[in-house]
């Protein structure tokens, strides 16, 4: 059984960083894109930070480029997303995600598998 469970959201300054991380187990996680999303109430969950299962391909949304850093620790079976000049609107709940299949390239437009139970991030101005 996969299981998906993130970390390290909370409480931030405008300006200020966080770093969440999403630790996998129940499957070989060097071989799966793994992705992170947010979602705000009444708002579609939209993919912000992908990376493919070798960690050579990364995404972005808009919203985030040049701002959020995702990468990878195979060692540890963990994701990481490093969120930097952090502001209001990044206000949501993170959610993680394994992709559906083996050695893919970027699931933030669709091939999530299994979803962690999502961390909040709020970011006060």
């Known amino acids: 059984q996969v299981e998906v469970v993130e970390s390290g959201g909370g409480l931030v300054q405008a300006g200020g960083s966080l770093r969440l991380a999403c630790k996998v187990s129940g499957l070989l996680f060097e071989d799966y894109a793994m992705g992170w999303f947010r979602q705000v109430p009444g708002r579609e969950r939209e993919g912000i930070a992908c990376?493919?299962?070798?960690?050579?391909?990364?995404f972005y949304g808009d919203s985030v480029t040049g701002r959020f850093t995702i990468s990878r620790d195979n060692a540890k079976n963990t994701v990481y997303l490093q969120m930097n000049s952090l502001k209001p609107e990044d206000t949501a709940m993170y959610y993680c995600?394994?992709?559906?299949?083996?050695?893919?390239?970027?699931?933030?437009?669709?091939?999530?598998?299994?979803w962690g139970q999502g961390t909040q991030v709020t970011v006060s101005s």
């Open positions: 995600a394994a992709a559906d299949q083996a050695l893919g390239r970027n699931i933030c437009n669709g091939g999530a598998g299994t």
């Open positions: 990376i493919s299962w070798s960690g050579s391909y990364t």
